[in-house]
């Protein structure tokens, strides 16, 4: 009964974890910078050099247009994750660098399962997140 209860599990645990990486990317950092609507103005990421790799030493830009809440920090956190796995705290330390712009330097490591998803949350507030998903390459 303990096995048939614990096989249960593992099937519900593979299956949450595979439904986790259904996620698509949104957001192609190699051919350009990315723009996502929130809030009423817009928020635009571009990751340098081009195209985009893991370990390799990255420049994270963020621009907002208009005059979003957000402007009024000196810095913002941009969090790396991985959709559907737990890939350890990584979160690049964005600095005030223009009237409605931010930029940082952080490395994406490079996942040992060979998916390469990443996603790029920019921590504005509790309720604003925007994401942004996006292929990295080797
Ligand atoms: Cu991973």
New binding site residues.
């Given amino acids: 009964m303990l096995l048939y209860s614990f096989s249960i599990f593992l099937v519900l645990f593979l299956f949450g974890c595979s439904s986790g990486t259904e996620a698509t990317a949104d957001c192609d950092p190699h051919a350009g910078p990315c723009t996502k609507e929130v809030d009423g103005y817009t928020v635009t990421l571009d990751i340098s050099p081009k195209p985009v790799r893991h370990m390799k030493e990255l420049t994270f830009g963020v621009v907002f247009s208009g005059g979003s809440p957000a402007l009024f920090s000196d810095s913002l956190l941009l969090d790396l994750s991985?959709p559907g796995?737990e890939?350890g705290k990584n979160q690049v330390v964005l600095k005030k660098a223009g009237d409605n712009r931010y930029t940082g330097k952080g490395i994406i490591v490079k996942?040992l399962?060979g998916?390469t998803l990443w996603r790029a949350t920019l921590l504005i507030s509790e309720t604003l997140e925007p994401t942004f998903t996006f292929n990295v390459r080797d």
Avoid: E
């Fill in positions: 991985m796995m890939m996942c399962s998916r």
